[in-house]
Each structure stands twice: as C-alpha cells, then as structure tokens.
C-alpha cells in the first residue's frame, strides 16, 4: 500500500462512529449530560445573552481596534512634536551658518503665516530686526571660520525685516488709521534703537560697510513713514499732541547724542594720530571737514525746534531727517580714519 492509499483510507474512515468519528453537538451534549450525572450535579443552564452582553462585547472589541493604535499614534506624535519643539528652541541662539540657523528663519516665516493682522505682522518683523542685531553683535565679536559672509546675512536679514515693517504700517496706515498711530509709536522708537545698535555692532567691519549703509537707509524709510504717520494723525484729527512731542524730544535727542559722539570720535582720532605723527595733510583735510559737517547742524536744529514750537510739525521733522542723514554720511570718513589707525605702518625700504 502507497502513502497515497493510506490517506485516501484515512479521510473515508475519519467519520466512522466505530473509530469515534461523527462527534457531533447532539453526541457532546449527551456526554455532557452523562458527565454531570456521574457526578450527581445537576447540569447548567446555558445562560442567554441579552442587549447588553452584546453592547459590552462589541465595546471590548471596539477599544482594542480603535483605542490601541490612536494610542500608538498618539505616543508618535507626541515624540515627533516633542522632538520638534526642542529642535526650535535650540534653533532661537543660533547664528547665520549653524545647521540649525533655517529652522530659527522657518519659525519665524511660520509666526508671520499666522499673525492674524498686518500690526502683529509689523511687531514681528520688528522682533526678527532685534534678532538679527543679536546675531550681527555676536558674530562682529568671534573667530569662526566664514564670518564675514555670514555676518552680511545677518545685516542683509535685518535690512529686510526693516522693509517689511515699512509695508507693513503702509498697509496698516491704509486699512486703519488708528491703529497705524500706535504702530509708528513703536517702530519709531524702535528704529532710534536699532540705528545705534547697528553703528556698534558693525563698527570696525568694512567688510559689511555697504551692507550697514543698506540698513541704515532701511532703519531711516521706518523712522521717515512712522513720522509721516504721526504727523499725518495730528494734522487730520488733531490728536494728542503731547504723544508726537515725545516724538520729536526723542528724534532731537538722539541727533544731539549722535554729534557729541561723532564730535568725539573726531577729536580723538586727531589725538592719536598726532601721536603717532602720522597727521599728514590729507588726514588732517578730512578730518576738518568732516568735524564742520557735524558741527554745522546746529543751526538747523534751532531752525526744526522753532518750527515745532509754532506748530510746523511736518517742517520740523523734515529738517531733523536731514540733520540726521547729513550726519551719517560723515560716519564712513570717521571709520574709514579709525581704521587707517590700526592698519600696519607700511616698512621701510631697506637701505644697500
């Protein structure tokens, strides 16, 4: 006989009763019964389920085909997002360069998206420019490799979020004309800080003199449309005058600090340069001229300070902004003096 005719012979006989096939449930409930009797127990009763039992059945399974993989999915995006947010905190101190410097722009792009008015969208570009600061003064500071090109990304950052703040209170100005006061309010003030900030940060870096230029032409557009805007509100609705008041005692002193500062920087190159009797002609022609340049804003001051107290609000903000742009074209010949003070002396030819 064949392994083949043996499982042929085993699936006819499977089923026979004198072999103990056919168990079927009429056989095992008789068994059962027989089973209790041996025992002298009386059998159980089948229990019928109700509503219930079947409502409680279908909830068990529901909760381990739903519950289970929402928790999975619950714990994974719980670590995605926790790993997230850690990434995007570390990101806030990190530099143009750092691997994580475009996660810190992507916060930020992400920030504006959501802002839900151009002056939220204006009070965030004003942040970034604060940020961007804190980046040029961090890096004007350090030694890493690559820091003349990042530190140009820095001050190219901020001259856009400058930009941006402008179009910002543009639209702002347009749509709500209320509310554009309040915002000129702190972007002036802001950009009197920024224009100091950026003077220091950059200072000694030619590397980024055009770069520093393009800012502070972005910072001066800010102060000029904040003003327009304040003016503007105090000619057609006759506000409160003592808020652009404060405007101009704010814009005036910050001119007068930057002639005493410029002044200085003039005086004290002469000195050290007369020192190190290196006071030739040229030098000396420069830094004439560039001292009258400063010295001689007096008289415009006076001439905004009158116009402001007789109420030529726009004349007198005029004339500070060109006091103030007057002045800053002095400060490429004062850097440029500065630096010719720490450039080596140039050797001497030897002598055969």
């Not at 005719?5 to 056919?22: F, Q, Y």
């Not at 000129?184 to 030619?206: I, R």
């Not at 410029?262 to 420069?286: C, F, P, V, Y």
Request: charged letters at 25%.
């Amino acid at each position: 006989m064949t392994e083949k005719d043996i499982v042929n012979l085993l699936h006819r006989v499977k089923d026979a009763p004198e072999l103990g096939g056919g168990f079927d449930d009429a056989r095992a409930e008789r068994c059962m019964n027989r089973f209790w009797n041996e025992l002298g127990v009386e059998a159980p009763k089948p229990v019928p389920y109700g509503l219930r039992e079947y409502a409680d059945y279908a909830l068990f399974v529901l909760s381990h085909a739903v519950a289970r993989p929402l928790a999975v999915g619950t714990s994974v995006f719980a670590l995605i997002f926790g790993g997230w947010v850690t990434t995007v905190n570390a990101s806030f101190s990190s530099l143009p360069g750092d691997v994580l410097y475009p996660v810190k722009l992507a916060t930020e792009r992400m920030q504006l998206t959501l802002a839900s008015s151009g002056v939220r969208r204006a009070r965030l570009h004003a942040d970034f420019a604060s940020r961007r600061l804190q980046e040029v003064g961090e890096l004007s500071v350090s030694s890493r490799p690559g820091r003349e090109a990042q530190l140009k990304a820095a001050v190219e950052g901020f001259t856009q979020e400058m930009v941006s703040a402008k179009e910002q209170l543009d639209a702002v100005g347009i749509d709500s004309p209320s509310e554009a006061v309040d915002l000129a309010l702190v972007l002036d003030q802001k950009a009197d800080e920024y224009q100091a900030l950026l003077t220091q940060g950059s200072s000694g870096e030619p590397s980024v003199m055009q770069e520093v230029a393009d800012a502070q032409a972005a910072v001066d557009q800010v102060n000029s449309t904040a003003v327009e805007t304040l003016v503007n509100a105090q000619e057609q609705n006759g506000g409160d005058p003592r808020v652009i008041e404060r405007n101009f005692q704010s814009q005036l002193t910050s001119v007068r600090s930057l002639i005493a500062l410029s002044t200085a920087r003039l005086t004290a190159i002469k000195e050290a340069i007369s020192k190190a009797d290196a006071l030739d002609a040229d030098r000396g022609s420069r830094i004439a001229q560039a001292r009258q340049a400063v010295t001689s804003q007096e008289k415009p001051i006076s001439e905004a300070t009158n116009a402001f107290a007789v109420g030529g609000y726009r004349r007198a903000f005029e004339a500070l902004d060109a006091v103030e742009q007057a002045i800053d074209g002095v400060q490429p010949t004062i850097l440029e003096l500065e630096l010719s003070l720490t450039a080596p002396a140039p050797e001497s030819p030897p002598n055969f």
